[in-house]
């Protein structure tokens, strides 16, 4: 079993609509909670860092973190075509760790 | 544009060559970190320079993979005798400090034939 897992999608929806996606982990020694959106051939872009549990939010982004759960989601509020991308969650542990576990992308459409 | 410049975009090569990748840093980042990503999977860890110095390796990187960092600014990923497993997108990413965000080039996409 992975140690972050994510569904691949695709996940397709209509212009202005919010979208959820969401991490699930193993490892409870996660402490930093990471969203990338990767376009195709690109490298991945970072939207969202959170250290710990609790919401954090940027313009058309929320982030949320349950560590009770070990549970994280992004969520996209009023989504545009140029949202359409592969969303990548990633989390390292500890004050030293410098390795990044990311979960396996979440392909993501939206339709005009 | 002062982000993560990585070097070829694109390499074709045929199995058993070797090949060489570089990765130029934001300027000032001392730490930089070399990831794999296969398709529909997402970026593994290979390896990590703080400075001119390779403080950690996966497992992933097998005796035909080389890293290095001189001087402590780019950095060059070398794979000897390649194999049609190692096809792949090899990122390079860079952070200031170890608590710093990982800001991601845009990846040299290796295919071998």
């Known amino acids: 079993q992975k140690e972050v897992e994510q569904d691949p999608g695709p996940l397709s929806v209509p212009e202005g609509a919010i979208v959820s996606l969401n991490c699930t982990y193993s490892?409870?020694?996660?402490?930093?909670f990471m969203w990338y959106r990767q376009y195709s051939r690109k490298g991945p872009e970072l939207l969202m860092y959170t250290y710990s549990s609790g919401n954090k939010e940027d313009g058309r982004f929320t982030a949320q973190v349950d560590k009770s759960s070990k549970y994280i989601s992004l969520f996209i509020r009023d989504s545009q075509p140029s949202d359409s991308a592969t969303y990548l969650c990633a989390m390292s542990a500890g004050l030293y760790s410098i390795k990044l576990v990311f979960g396996a992308g979440t392909i993501l459409r939206v339709k005009s | 544009d002062t982000g993560v410049s990585q070097d070829p975009r694109h390499k074709i090569t045929k199995r058993g060559q070797n090949v060489t990748f570089r990765c130029d840093p934001i300027?000032?980042?001392?730490?930089l970190y070399w990831y794999r990503q296969t398709l529909g999977q997402g970026p593994e860890f290979l390896t990590y320079?703080?400075?001119?110095?390779?403080?950690?390796k996966s497992r992933l990187l097998s005796d035909r993979f080389s890293a290095e960092r001189p001087k402590g600014s780019f950095s060059t990923l070398e794979i000897q005798r390649t194999e049609q497993g190692d096809s792949a997108m090899y990122l390079c990413a860079s952070s200031l400090g170890i608590q710093d965000t990982q800001y991601f080039g845009p990846g040299t996409r290796l295919t071998v034939l």
């Open positions: 490892n409870s020694a996660f402490q930093y």
């Open positions: 320079f703080q400075n001119e110095a390779q403080l950690e």
């Open positions: 300027s000032e980042h001392n730490r």
